[in-house]
């Protein structure tokens, strides 16, 4: 029998985990169809990639206003509005008639989900602190991967079996289950609200303050660039394996568990060894993994192998360094500011974002292929690793307050 704080804390996991469901399926469930859109709307590659970066610009351009929103009016109001604005932008995407069409009903599925990415880290940072938070993102994180590795492979045999609108129209329906499971169950979590939140002056001030935080930049940074990593390979990843290596899209849908199973590892790791070695030290590991799989890419393609084996296993690295990372930046750019958590959680989830979007963007602009992988993976490791170097180790963080 659950205590009123076990089922109260039970909802609010059980929430988080829809929201953050939500966006790893609307962002990459339809990759497997990219090629198919392409010949579909007569596009080139670089054009059609760009249903990737906007949906990405969307969501971190929203997420900066999501979070005074939440701050002032609470978190569920605000992320019910966001789940609607997916499900309308779901439904655009599932009509279009032209590419300019998708691209455009994109970034407003993607301005939507702006307020699930950032929003759940706020929620878990309004009920959890410290080295208690690190642990329960790592546990959410296995749970999150089922859907992390479900989404493009649900994509691959909607691709094969009923086309690519088949993942626009599931995207619509999941929007629409977790529009009625919130409403109904999550409780709200900001116990702090302030009406000087959406004060322009507020923002201005309470952003800078972000900004001009040390360690808050440097883990938020180091999430970034792991972000990037992924969103790199799914951007270049479908037409190097289907159109080069001849993948099925179902296939490519495959690898993703490879991917969620590997990132399952990093994060079931950082869970049983965080509360002893703290989130800085574990973040290391994460970032170091990504390094040795950068260098490794580009090695393999200075040797000229090109391969299923050689591009799969240096991603399969970089999906397990993810496990480590993400859990261990979140915990540690939040624990400074429980007063402000909508708003850090907005600042951190848009980062992230514009970062990941970038990429993608940077990527596109370059024919897919071995080498544009390689490299943007190894210069996106060294920058991780010049983040990592910025952290003040002696600032008070999950150390001070320990597993509360």
Same mark, same amino acid.
């Given at each position: 029998?659950?205590?009123?704080?076990?089922?109260?804390?039970?909802?609010?996991?059980?929430?988080?985990?829809?929201?953050?469901?939500?966006?790893?399926?609307?962002?990459d469930?339809?990759?497997?169809?990219?090629?198919?859109?392409?010949?579909?709307?007569h596009?080139?590659?670089?054009?059609?990639?760009?249903t990737? %970066? #906007?949906? @990405?610009? +969307? $969501?971190? &351009?929203?997420? *900066?206003?999501?979070?005074? =929103?939440?701050?002032?009016?609470? /978190?569920?109001?605000?992320?019910?509005?966001?789940? %609607? #604005?997916? @499900?309308? +932008? $779901?439904? &655009?995407?599932? *009509?279009?008639?032209?590419? =300019?069409?998708?691209?455009?009903? /994109?970034?407003?599925?993607?301005?939507?989900?702006?307020?699930?990415?950032?929003l759940?880290?706020?929620?878990?940072?309004?009920?959890?602190?410290?080295n208690?938070m690190?642990?329960?993102?790592?546990?959410?994180?296995?749970a999150?991967?089922?859907?992390?590795?479900?989404a493009?492979?649900?994509?691959?045999?909607?691709?094969?079996?009923?086309?690519?609108?088949?993942?626009?129209?599931?995207?619509?329906?999941?929007?629409?289950?977790?529009?009625i499971?919130?409403?109904?169950?999550?409780?709200e979590?900001?116990g702090?609200?302030?009406?000087?939140?959406?004060?322009?002056?507020?923002?201005g001030?309470?952003?800078?303050?972000?900004?001009?935080?040390?360690?808050?930049?440097?883990?938020?940074?180091?999430?970034?660039?792991?972000?990037?990593?992924?969103?790199?390979?799914?951007?270049?990843?479908?037409?190097?394996?289907?159109?080069?290596?001849?993948f099925?899209?179902?296939?490519?849908?495959?690898?993703?568990?490879?991917?969620?199973?590997t990132?399952?590892?990093?994060?079931?790791?950082?869970?049983k060894?965080?509360?002893?070695?703290?989130?800085?030290?574990?973040?290391?590991?994460?970032?170091?993994?990504?390094?040795?799989?950068?260098?490794?890419?580009?090695?393999?393609?200075?040797?000229?192998?090109?391969?299923?084996?050689?591009?799969?296993?240096?991603?399969?690295?970089?999906?397990?360094?993810a496990?480590?990372?993400?859990?261990?930046?979140?915990?540690?750019?939040?624990?400074?500011f429980?007063?402000i958590?909508?708003?850090?959680?907005?600042?951190?989830?848009?980062?992230?974002?514009?970062?990941?979007?970038a990429s993608?963007?940077?990527?596109?602009?370059?024919?897919?292929?071995?080498?544009?992988?390689?490299?943007?993976e190894?210069?996106?490791?060294?920058?991780?690793?010049?983040?990592?170097?910025?952290?003040?180790?002696?600032q008070?963080?999950?150390?001070?307050?320990?597993?509360?």
């Amino acid at each position: 029998m659950m205590t009123t704080t076990q089922r109260h804390e039970f909802f609010v996991i059980a929430s988080m985990f829809l929201l953050a469901s939500l966006t790893p399926f609307t962002l990459d469930g339809y990759t497997p169809s990219l090629p198919s859109i392409a010949l579909v709307f007569h596009a080139n590659e670089g054009l059609v990639q760009l249903t990737m %970066s #906007l949906f @990405l610009l +969307g $969501s971190a &351009l929203t997420q *900066l206003i999501y979070g005074p =929103l939440s701050d002032r009016f609470g /978190r569920k109001k605000i992320i019910l509005i966001g789940i %609607s #604005l997916c @499900l309308f +932008g $779901s439904i &655009l995407c599932t *009509l279009s008639k032209t590419i =300019l069409w998708l691209i455009t009903a /994109r970034f407003i599925q993607g301005a939507g989900t702006g307020a699930a990415n950032s929003l759940f880290r706020a929620v878990m940072r309004d009920v959890f602190g410290g080295n208690r938070m690190a642990q329960v993102a790592s546990y959410l994180g296995m749970a999150f991967t089922v859907v992390l590795a479900a989404a493009p492979v649900l994509g691959g045999y909607f691709q094969v079996h009923f086309g690519w609108r088949a993942s626009f129209i599931f995207m619509a329906a999941l929007s629409a289950f977790d529009l009625i499971i919130i409403a109904r169950f999550l409780p709200e979590t900001n116990g702090n609200l302030s009406a000087d939140s959406t004060r322009l002056s507020v923002i201005g001030k309470t952003y800078y303050s972000l900004l001009s935080h040390r360690n808050f930049v440097a883990y938020t940074l180091c999430s970034t660039i792991a972000f990037a990593s992924l969103m790199t390979y799914y951007a270049i990843g479908p037409f190097l394996l289907q159109n080069d290596l001849k993948f099925t899209p179902i296939q490519f849908g495959y690898m993703s568990i490879l991917i969620a199973g590997t990132t399952t590892i990093g994060q079931f790791i950082n869970a049983k060894l965080v509360l002893e070695y703290g989130t800085e030290k574990m973040l290391r590991v994460g970032v170091y993994l990504m390094l040795l799989s950068g260098i490794s890419m580009v090695a393999i393609f200075f040797l000229g192998i090109f391969s299923k084996i050689a591009i799969i296993l240096p991603v399969l690295l970089i999906s397990t360094a993810a496990g480590f990372v993400f859990s261990n930046a979140m915990a540690g750019a939040f624990y400074p500011f429980p007063h402000i958590a909508g708003m850090a959680g907005a600042m951190y989830g848009s980062l992230q974002i514009l970062g990941s979007g970038a990429s993608t963007l940077i990527a596109s602009s370059f024919l897919p292929s071995q080498a544009s992988l390689a490299f943007t993976e190894l210069a996106l490791a060294l920058c991780a690793l010049g983040m990592v170097k910025q952290i003040n180790p002696h600032q008070p963080l999950a150390h001070a307050r320990g597993a509360d």
